[in-house]
């Protein structure tokens, strides 16, 4: 185990708790040693207690998406996206973020959550015009078949090409 990182980690980090690097290595020092709850409630406390930077938000950010947590992900990004916040890459990675939510919505078969995230990442890059057909998936599956083949024919008339259904191979 990582009983030596986490502890030494946890010394400096009490000894200047808004040490931004500090915080990121206690938090996957924790993590290597499965404690996955304490990393995160690391990493929450830190973000919650301070006022946010790009050199601790950023690692934030990736530290949930490398678990997984694409809802806290999503939540986080659009949060800051409508405050400004390091606007470009938080809008980049919230693309993304509900990119891989809305696929793993359909997966799970949350429709109606795959709709939200489909349709909010239509807003933040129209041009991601193959993601429609994802949307016309989900629309299909709540029972909007005119929802879906407007989504199809907007696709379609774009120039985007259907992708793999989810689930599938590439």
């Known amino acids: 185990q990582d009983f030596s990182a986490v502890r030494t980690c946890r010394e400096v980090y ?3 708790p808004t040490d931004d690097r500090v915080a990121v290595s206690l938090a996957r020092a924790l993590l290597r040693d499965r404690r996955a709850g304490a990393a ?3 990493m929450d406390d830190h973000y919650a207690g301070k006022t946010l930077t790009i050199e601790f938000s950023r690692p934030y950010v990736v530290f949930y998406e490398q678990r997984r947590l694409l809802g806290k992900v999503v939540s986080v990004l659009e949060a800051q996206v409508s ?4 606007r470009d890459w938080s809008q980049r990675r919230l693309v993304t973020a509900l990119m891989d ?3 793993g919505d359909l997966l799970e078969k949350r429709h109606g959550d795959a709709i939200q995230c489909f349709q909010r990442l239509l807003e933040l890059a129209p041009s991601k015009h193959a993601f429609r ?3 016309a ?3 299909d599956a709540v029972g909007n078949p005119r929802k879906a083949e407007k ?3 907007r696709a379609i008339a774009a120039g985007a090409s259907p992708p793999p259904s989810v689930g599938t191979a590439r």
Do not use: C, N
């Open 133 to 135: 057909f994802h949307l």
């Open 83 to 86: 405050e400004g916040f390091d």
């Open 40 to 42: 995160e409630k690391t």
């Open 14 to 16: 009490t000894q200047d």
């Open 101 to 103: 939510k809305g696929r």
């Open 151 to 153: 989504q199809r024919a």
């Open 137 to 139: 998936t989900a629309y």
